[in-house]
């Protein structure tokens, strides 16, 4: 899996954002998800672009009827961006594969599709973390050098996703 060896648990896909990320796409059961419907799902679409606060909830209500919350969208978006990279790579990701026992049930392995709009949000996001990270409220639980060092892979990740 190319993102476990570069990215994965390097600061994105480590976090309980991450873990509730891959519960909402295990529990689609789907081998296709477009980028569009997650963001409708957890609520991102609402905050226009802007992902440095997140002021309102992004959740979204599993099978079980819990709303499991994303508490940072830049969380959300780091991980998505590392999915796509999966996707574009090897043309799905193996959600088993990355988080092996966490997950209680089989899933199929998942596609993330993302129309240009979207990739160039993405990208967008990525680039505004990567230069001013402590604009994010993830910046207020984290030490200033694990910022700078998630930038500097947010960097990196955006380079090979968008160059």
């Not at 505004?128 to 910046?139: E, K, N, R, V």
Request: hydrophobic residues 40%; negative net charge.
């Amino acid at each position: 899996m190319y993102i476990a060896e570069k990215y994965w648990n390097n600061y994105i896909g480590d976090t309980d954002d991450s873990l509730t990320l891959v519960e909402y796409l295990a529990q689609k059961q789907q081998e296709e998800i477009a980028l569009g419907e997650i963001f409708s799902d957890f609520g991102l679409d609402k905050m226009h672009g802007d992902f440095r606060k997140s002021d309102m909830p992004l959740v979204f209500e599993n099978a079980d009827g819990w709303e499991m919350e994303i508490l940072y969208a830049i969380d959300l978006i780091t991980d998505l961006a590392a999915l796509l990279l999966e996707c574009r790579v090897n043309g799905s990701v193996n959600l088993c594969e990355l988080f092996g026992d966490d997950l209680e049930t089989s899933v199929p392995d998942v596609c993330i599709t993302a129309s240009p709009k979207e990739h160039e949000l993405v990208n967008k996001a990525l680039m505004d973390f990567a230069a001013a990270p402590d604009a994010y409220d993830l910046s207020e639980m984290a030490p200033e050098e694990d910022m700078t060092e998630l930038a500097s892979i947010c960097e990196e990740l955006r380079k090979e996703l968008y160059a």
